[in-house]
């Protein structure tokens, strides 16, 4: 499967994320960090494909998926944006991410390509399956043991801070719920995603 292998840091800072976005929250790049930014003024082309590539890059997706999602957002009720900022959040990688039981989405998404999730008891390998209000996200019982899983619970557990649609099981931190679907408001990063609706209405 392809995938963008160019270094985190130098991206993010082209796109202007920050690396604790993608859950890299040590990376820096030094790279020109001495030049002074003479770039002219992006044109509108250039913005609008600017926060499509932030999307596609945050979130791990390709083109043709991407264009998918934007099929779909736009035949769905609702805002156009809206509907792809909350098609892309409910991706199972992203969610395993938010609920804490990755670093990075490209983390979460190996862990589900390898089966060690359930949703709603089943096994789901599919790292851009959609999730639903009301869905249960759990780390299979054979994966519990391991040490990526392991580390997880206990008093040493690192603290996640959850967004408001999602929630841990207080007695099983390892099995997570879908409240409610996500809302423009649970972001944790800026984009402008009416931007993105103009590119692809051209």
């Not at 040590?26 to 960090?33: E, I, P, S």
Request: charged content about 30%.
């Amino acid at each position: 499967m392809a995938k963008n292998s160019q270094p985190i840091a130098k991206r993010c800072k082209a796109l202007g994320i920050s690396p604790a976005v993608m859950g890299y929250a040590r990376k820096t790049t030094t790279r020109n960090a001495d030049s002074k930014n003479f770039r002219k003024k992006q044109s509108e082309y250039g913005l609008q494909l600017k926060e499509k590539q932030k999307l596609k890059f945050i979130y791990g997706v390709l083109e043709k998926q991407f264009y998918g999602y934007y099929v779909e957002a736009a035949r769905r009720q609702g805002q156009t944006g809206t509907n792809l900022l909350q098609i892309l959040e409910c991706r199972l990688d992203n969610v395993v991410f938010r609920l804490g039981y990755a670093s990075t989405r490209r983390d979460a998404r190996q862990l589900v390509n390898h089966a060690h999730f359930t949703v709603n008891g089943k096994k789901v390998n599919i790292p851009s399956y959609q999730v639903k209000a009301g869905d249960v996200i759990e780390v299979r019982e054979r994966s519990r043991a391991s040490a990526k899983f392991a580390k997880l619970v206990g008093a040493d557990a690192p603290i996640v801070t959850l967004p408001g649609w999602l929630t841990r099981d207080d007695n099983n931190v390892l099995k997570g719920t879908v409240v409610r679907l996500p809302e423009r408001s649970d972001l944790d990063f800026e984009v402008a995603e009416h931007l993105v609706v103009e590119l692809y209405s051209k």
